[in-house]
């Protein structure tokens, strides 16, 4: 009896510190918050359908490599042709979330399909299955494969703009960055690249600092990987010259000081960058985007201008 009262006080002593350091590491910073609400949307993404309008048809797991996430999904009008496609790339702090994560898909694919935009959405694998250089490699085939595609959708491959939101962000910016994987998967030339909130443009910024744990287990400890995964560290002059607009929260403390530092080098090397700093959650930015607001409208004149080249 005496050791079965033990093993109880010992199991709820350890229940009671492991819970400790779960709340410290929520304490300490907002990504690890973000990080945890955005693994609940992808438990919650399947069981919440997004209703599209009946004149907007989908094709589901397209795929472009061998394995099980290396799937895109499309939606389009009938009526499309030679339409510009918006390729979104989803976030989830690199080791979770879904191509169709209601968030990510359903005020974009409502707004701009009926607008005469082709959407997709792209999934890739995860960490710690794979490092965010693979992820962004994945990112670069799923791309290649949308603009030789995008004709049977109604989409002109010459008329594609990247969004990536959160993680995403950071690997769509570290594509467009690169001066070698677009070439290497042949990924042709797109319009314009629209980031949406990402606090690791400059990675090695990021692990010198005081950062959340879970970074170390994305990123590692090798200096020279963090420089070979960090979009301000790739951005030279041999980057596509698509223009960028970069939108942070004014409320996710790392967010634009990180964006403005990019997008003064991006102009500095001649490649158009604009900051778009928005009165929202890092969460808002994400879900609003495609609903009927300023911010919408804002990134839609970004948008226009890009239709214009």
Partial sequence: MKSNILETKYLSISFLVILSQIFCQVSEAGPLRDMISKHRAARQSTAE??????DIQLI????YGKDVRNTMDVYFSPQAKNAPVIFMVHGGAWQMGDKAGKAVIENKVKR????GYVFVSTNYRLVPEVDPLT????IARALA??????????GDPSRFVLIGHSAGSHLVAALASSPSIPQEF??????GTILLDSEALDVVRIMEAKHPRFYNKVFGQDITYWKSVSPFHLLTVTATKAQF???CSSEHKGSCPQANSFADKASRLGIPAKV???????????????ADNLYTQSVESFLATLSKQ
Avoid: C, F, R
């Fill in 49 to 54: 359908k997004t209703k599209l309008p009946a």
């Fill in 60 to 63: 589901q797991d397209i795929p």
């Fill in 112 to 115: 701009w399909v009926p607008q």
């Fill in 135 to 138: 992820q962004v490699t994945d």
């Fill in 145 to 154: 494969v949308a603009q030789k595609n995008a004709s049977s959708w109604g």
């Fill in 186 to 191: 042949g990924v042709k030339p797109w319009l």
């Fill in 245 to 247: 607009l970069l939108v």
């Fill in 276 to 290: 778009l700093e928005v009165d929202m959650s890092h969460k808002e930015i994400n879900k609003q985007l495609g």
